[in-house]
């Protein structure tokens, strides 16, 4: 009888802990690529990670609490695949770390490490490229730093009503002393119904910092960023627009800032400019899609450093996980501009660059 009830209880532990697996995923992205960079002060070819979609190792899950509300969390690091390095040193899950809850009715809150509101935007409606390979947005669009992502972030994202959806951000700054230093608030509101998407995204960041020991205060303008955003399904095409407005310190901080075309004098960021993107992407064959955009950025500071990009690209599906892809993009910089074509993870060190790699996800 011992025995039985010792067994019993063993086996109902063991069933316990795999109910509670069950409801964790392991999921990640493996991508490396082959990227020619042209145009800089030093031409580059390397073997490097990340090029379309970065490469990442992820733990995901959710537990039913009952009555449509259920405890989500994400855990996320990305890693370097052609050196088997983390991109981040001493971090573990620097791409997003978050816990939070989930309602069927009432959307979901959720605490921790996340993506801007703006970013999301720029990635999930207005760029053909999903922000990804030679082409991607982020070489003109304003989304470097914590434009991308933010730590101590509250983030409230509202049920889909009808293809009516929307999201708001508030990133704590935590300086002492201060409490609207490096505070960060965003959102977007959009639509979502068949072919067409459309939303419009607001970023605001605070740059104040507070003093630290004999170090003073710094005192600054905000950063604010506005976009809209469309994009509409015509089955033979998928057409893509936007339109960004920058203003203030940080709205536009460059990818680069290491002077890659080696100018006499270092060009800044701007801090008043608009941005327009028009795209599409088109299916070729059962397994194919091309994708092409053209983007300009307008300075409007009396600098002038307006630029160009002109972008294609190819992906072939392999399976419903692997892909192969290649891409081009070419930036025209004028009056001493100095944005460079970089890919999804890498800001790029010259006015051009090519791409040819694989992408698989688990």
């Known amino acids: ?19 509670a697996q069950s409801n964790v995923t392991i999921y990640g992205i493996v991508d490396a690529g082959i990227v020619s ?15 379309g979609s970065a490469s990442r190792l992820g733990f995901k899950g959710t537990e039913d609490l009952g009555g449509g509300l259920s405890a989500v969390f994400v855990l996320e690091s990305g890693v370097k695949v052609d050196t088997g390095e983390s991109d981040v040193a001493g971090s573990i899950a620097n791409r997003q770390s978050y816990v939070g809850l989930k309602s069927t009715t009432a959307g979901q809150l959720t605490l921790g490490r996340q993506y801007t509101p703006y970013y999301e935007t720029l990635r999930d409606v207005a760029d053909p490229f999903a922000l990804g390979y030679a082409g991607t947005a982020k070489n003109l669009f304003g989304v470097a730093g914590n434009n991308t992502r933010n730590s101590n972030a509250i983030v409230y994202q509202t049920p889909s009503i009808e293809g009516f959806q929307g ?35 607001y970023n605001a960041r605070n740059n104040d910092l507070s003093a630290v020991g004999a170090t003073p205060a710094v005192s600054t303008d905000i950063g604010r960023n506005s976009l809209i955003a469309a994009n509409y399904d015509f089955g033979v095409v998928k057409a893509f627009a936007a339109f960004s407005k920058d203003k203030g310190t940080n709205s536009s901080p460059l990818a680069n800032t290491s002077n890659p075309f080696g100018y006499a004098v270092a060009p800044g960021a701007t801090r008043d400019s608009n941005v327009a993107l028009i795209g599409a992407t088109a299916p070729v064959g059962p397994n194919g899609t091309v994708m092409a955009s053209y983007t300009r950025k307008n300075d409007k500071e009396v600098a002038n450093h307006d630029a160009d990009q002109w972008a294609v690209g190819y992906s072939y599906a392999l399976s419903k996980r692997t892909s192969t892809y290649v891409a081009y993009a070419k930036i025209k910089n004028k009056n001493g501009a100095s944005y460079t074509v970089g890919n999804n993870t890498e800001a790029g060190s010259g006015d051009k660059a090519f791409n040819i790699g694989m992408r698989h996800s688990f």
Do not use: C, D, H
């Not at 009888?1 to 109910?19: N, Q, R, Y």
């Open 167 to 201: 999201e708001i951000s508030y990133s704590v700054g935590e300086q002492a002393g201060n409490a609207s230093a490096q505070r960060q608030i965003g959102g977007w509101a959009g639509y979502s119904n068949g072919p067409l998407n459309v939303r419009v995204a």
């Open 37 to 51: 960079e042209r145009g800089g002060v030093a031409n580059t070819t390397k073997v490097t990670s990340g090029v």
């Open 1 to 19: 009888m011992k025995k039985s009830l010792i067994a019993m209880a063993v086996l109902g532990a063991m069933s316990s802990a795999a109910f």
